[in-house]
């Protein structure tokens, strides 16, 4: 009986994760329309830059992906995506937003 209420309180949390994880996207997004990235970007479609579901694609299983993409969202880049550069971002957007945004991308 103790081990069917551990169960349950374990499937309960997670349920409770996964409803945060969908109100901390929601926040991330409107994040990064704040910070200025949607001018440049969407989830689904190419703008100037990458569609973000494309550097999720692109980055997924690569455990360094979350610190290389804060530091190119930071100082900015190109190359990688096509000739036009992404400027940089630092310091105009906090660097624990920098770091919200690039986990949300992330998961998309």
């Avoid at 994760?17 to 969407?42: I, N, R, T, W, Y």
Wanted: hydrophobic fraction near 50%.
């Amino acid at each position: 009986m103790k081990a069917l209420f551990i169960l349950a309180a374990a499937a309960s949390s997670l349920l409770l994760a996964g409803q945060a994880a969908a109100v901390d996207a929601g926040a991330a997004e409107a994040l990064a329309q704040k910070s200025g990235c949607l001018a440049c970007h969407s989830v689904a479609n190419k703008i100037v830059g990458p569609a973000y579901k494309d550097v999720a694609a692109k980055y997924r299983g690569d455990k360094t992906a979350e610190a290389k993409l804060i530091a190119k969202v930071k100082a900015g880049g190109s190359g990688v995506w096509g000739p036009i550069p992404m400027p940089a971002n630092s310091p105009h957007v906090k660097d624990e937003d920098i770091k919200t945004i690039v986990q949300w991308v992330l998961t998309l």
